[in-house]
């Protein structure tokens, strides 16, 4: 029976116990390592009471489950159920959007984004773009940006957006309404953050930022949150002047981990400064005046 769309929490539930019906179809006691129960197999694949002894949940519950009933799932017992399914890393993640989860950590946040996305990044000239780790590192970028920005002067350890902006305090220098679009962009990192509430990586970050930065720390308190930086930002670089570029920020599907920004050019007359600048010698030592 389909479930109207005028209910959408029915309808996720109807697809999750589809899903975990066909996944359970799909193995044997074998494949867990399991002794078959004793009585004869009228459908393939394992008995329900065998992926719920398996992922260590009740039997009642997980039965719920696979009838499409409310049964408010944590995090621990999807992930447990991910596990006794055997899922894969995509798989895992549909799982968890279907019980109303935030994706799983990676198991590796990838440091060399490889030849391809090198090569994208490239290709995407003369607009600047960069690649986004997970906790908003640098990963990756083109000359463009690199002449923009120049996440490369900043320490081997911090090649981070908001230590770009916070710490360092470049790009709040350069940004025009630079309170708003650092706030946005804090909100942004805090919301990340908060899915993946308990990551060392991240919590050695926000210390390091309270430490080196009283904006941070003041803005932090606000407990602002945003979901995504597209829009335009306008920029102050010298000897050129303004410089407005349209922000998109897209996912990489093949490492959902990673972020493909691009800044493009707003106006003709941006594109010509951005060249020009692209063209210059001058760099962030050079003092930008504050307005």
């Known amino acids: 029976m389909r479930t109207p769309a005028s209910d ?48 260590g949940v009740s039997l009642t519950w997980y039965t719920w489950l696979e ?14 159920l991910a596990r006794t399914l055997r899922l894969d890393t995509e798989s895992h993640r549909h799982l968890r959007r279907l019980a109303g989860l935030a994706a799983p950590e990676p198991d590796h946040m990838p440091d060399d984004v490889g030849p391809q996305l090198t090569r994208l990044l490239e290709a995407i000239e003369p ?10 590192d640098f990963l990756a970028w083109n000359r463009s940006f690199d002449r923009l920005w120049l996440p490369g002067s900043l320490p081997a350890n911090r090649r981070n957006l908001m230590w770009l902006y916070f710490a360092q305090d470049t790009a709040a220098q350069m940004s ?16 990340v953050a908060a899915e993946h509430a308990g990551d060392e990586r991240f919590a050695e970050l926000i210390d390091a930022l309270h430490q080196e930065s009283a904006q941070f720390r003041t ?4 407990n602002r949150v945003e979901q995504a930086l597209t829009g335009q930002i306008a920029i102050r670089r010298p000897p050129v002047g303004v410089i407005r570029l349209d922000v998109s920020e897209l996912k990489v599907a093949s490492h959902p981990s990673l972020t493909l920004c691009v800044q493009v050019p707003a106006r003709p007359v941006d594109a010509r400064r951005l060249a020009q600048l692209i063209r210059s010698r001058v760099d962030l030592a050079v003092p930008i005046p504050r307005r």
């Open 8 to 55: 959408p929490a029915a309808a996720r539930r109807a697809e999750l116990a589809a899903f975990i019906r066909a996944r359970r179809a799909d193995l044997r006691p074998g494949d867990l390592g399991l002794n078959p129960l004793p009585r004869r197999r009228g459908t393939p694949g394992l008995r329900r009471e065998e992926v719920a002894a398996a992922a």
């Open 127 to 136: 607009a600047p773009a960069c690649l986004l780790g997970l906790r908003f």
């Open 67 to 80: 009838q499409g009933r409310p049964a408010d799932p944590s995090s621990q017992v999807i992930d447990a």
């Open 176 to 191: 025009v309404g630079r309170e708003e679009r650092g706030r946005r962009l804090l909100g942004q990192f805090r919301a």
């Open 219 to 222: 803005w932090w308190s606000h």
